[in-house]
């Protein structure tokens, strides 16, 4: 939400593309945190001092917007998220990001694997674990501000977080996990743009509704 208010600012007083700026931006803001655990500062202590700081600049960044650009932008569109108000060109720039992020996710997703299970043992093995950190941290920041307008801010924690933890109450191996994951997000995703002008809701709230309810039956299961 940071890169979004930020990238919005930058994009008005130098006339460039804001998804573009807000790409920009999200990615030194991200690095930082991994600049900590690469640093030894424990993980929750992190994760709360990143927190802080991007909750707090988030808030003044948005008042920036909300002052000085009031009838030019809507942040409640990132903080909800509308797929059905994303333009055809904006649809295909997030469709080609993506692909570039699934098939990178492919290319990494066993040796992440390993480095999650073992960093120490993936370091013997060659793998630069601290390269591969800035990495995924390069991939999770695209994904989230990337589909920051489609998801929303709320319920892009459903989207990265839900899906994972449905895959792991019923996969049997890492394979196994990811494809679980991506099948349940892909078509809990469909649906809930299906169902959404039924029930009268956003799609982004029908999306996590649905998983919800999946991640239930898993647990009855």
């Known amino acids: 939400l940071l890169a979004v ?7 008005r007083v130098l006339g460039l593309d804001p998804f573009a700026c807000s ?26 001092v990143f927190v802080a700081f991007t909750s707090s600049s988030s808030v003044a960044a948005m008042y920036l917007v909300l002052t000085r650009f009031p009838a030019e932008a809507s942040l409640w569109s990132y903080i909800l998220g509308d797929p059905l108000l994303v333009s055809w060109s904006e649809a ?18 066993e040796v992440e694997v390993m480095i999650g299970l073992d960093a120490d043992f993936a370091r013997v093995s060659g793998v630069r674990v601290e390269l591969r950190d800035y990495l995924l941290t390069t991939m999770l920041t695209l994904a ?37 994951s991506v099948t349940l997000s892909s078509l809990a995703g469909i649906l809930s743009v299906a ?27």
């Open 92 to 109: 295909l720039t997030l469709l080609l990001l993506a692909a570039l992020l699934t098939a990178a996710a492919v290319l990494v997703y």
């Open 144 to 180: 989230s501000v990337g589909m920051l307008r489609v998801v929303g801010f709320v319920v892009q924690h459903v989207a990265i977080l839900l899906p994972a933890a449905i895959g792991t109450r019923v996969a049997r191996n890492a394979r196994q996990l990811m494809l679980v």
């Open 23 to 48: 790409l920009l931006l999200s990615l030194p803001i991200s690095y930082t945190f991994t600049f900590l655990l690469h640093r030894g500062v424990d993980t929750e202590i992190a994760t709360s």
């Open 5 to 11: 208010s930020l990238g919005y600012v930058l994009s």
């Open 195 to 221: 169902l959404a002008s039924v029930v009268d809701m956003p799609p982004s709230a029908v999306y996590g509704l649905l998983l919800m309810a999946v991640y239930v039956l898993s647990l009855l299961r």
